[in-house]
């Protein structure tokens, strides 16, 4: 079974500019999550869905950062006008039926720097 | 607020030795608690999970207990292996949020 992927796996940016990560979930999870996870710090959840909707998006830091899940597979989160507080690997998971409770399976992570 | 708590940052051990790594939390819920190990350039891998005041619960030799009473869920293992490197986090959830604390990297030596 083939797990979570991500792309890319590394991002290097200057301050202003835009970036995009993209998420595979495994085939039949409905539960979709990102997470930011800073040098030497835990994973910060940001959003996450059930199928195609937002359940929590809370965290995310909604006037540069947005994140789409369309079809409730595959998963695209956006940062507009990166800042170097952004600097963090940015892990994405999915999960079965839902819940917070149920493993999460985690993708390898994109790490982003910003100059 | 809910938060998780782990209080070593680095722990450094010769192989063989246990370890015992620890984990509190604060929660107004139910709480649900996991233990994700994540080597090195790979990514977090469930190692442990439980809702189950007192219970142990083992996997791949490392075993917790969920105590309520003392809002706890410290990871031990009775003999650590060099294979067991890697960065260990103790997660949280009130199936509303997830919390996961700052991680405790686990280093062992020959």
């Known amino acids: 079974e083939a797990g979570v992927t991500q792309s890319p796996r590394y991002a290097v940016l200057q301050e202003g500019q835009a970036v995009s990560f993209w998420c595979d979930p495994i085939s039949g999870h409905d539960t979709l999550y990102w997470y930011q996870q800073p040098r030497d710090q835990g994973p910060q959840l940001l959003v996450y869905f059930r199928d195609e909707a937002v359940i929590d998006n809370s965290q995310l830091p909604s006037d540069r950062f947005s994140a789409v899940r369309p079809k409730g597979t595959n998963s695209t989160l956006k940062i507009q006008s990166a800042k170097q507080g952004d600097t963090a690997t940015y892990l994405c998971?999915?999960?079965?039926?839902?819940?917070?409770?149920?493993?999460?399976?985690f993708g390898p992570g994109t790490r982003l720097t910003v100059l | 607020g809910d938060s998780v708590t782990q209080t070593e940052g680095l722990v450094t051990l010769t192989k063989g030795l246990p370890v015992m790594l620890n984990c509190t939390y604060q929660?107004?819920?139910?709480?649900?608690l996991f233990w994700y190990v994540q080597h090195l350039n790979e990514a977090p891998k469930l190692l442990l999970k439980s809702s189950t005041d007192n219970k142990r619960t083992e996997h791949q030799g490392f075993y917790a207990t969920l105590h309520k009473s003392s809002s706890s869920f410290h990871l031990q293992k009775s003999s650590v292996q060099l294979s067991d490197s890697a960065l260990y986090f103790c997660?949280?959830?009130?199936?509303?949020?997830?919390?996961f604390g700052d991680g405790t990297q686990l280093v062992v030596k020959p």
């Open positions: 929660t107004t819920y139910s709480p649900f």
């Open positions: 997660a949280l959830s009130d199936n509303n949020r997830i919390f």
């Open positions: 998971a999915s999960s079965q039926l839902g819940g917070l409770s149920y493993e999460q399976y």
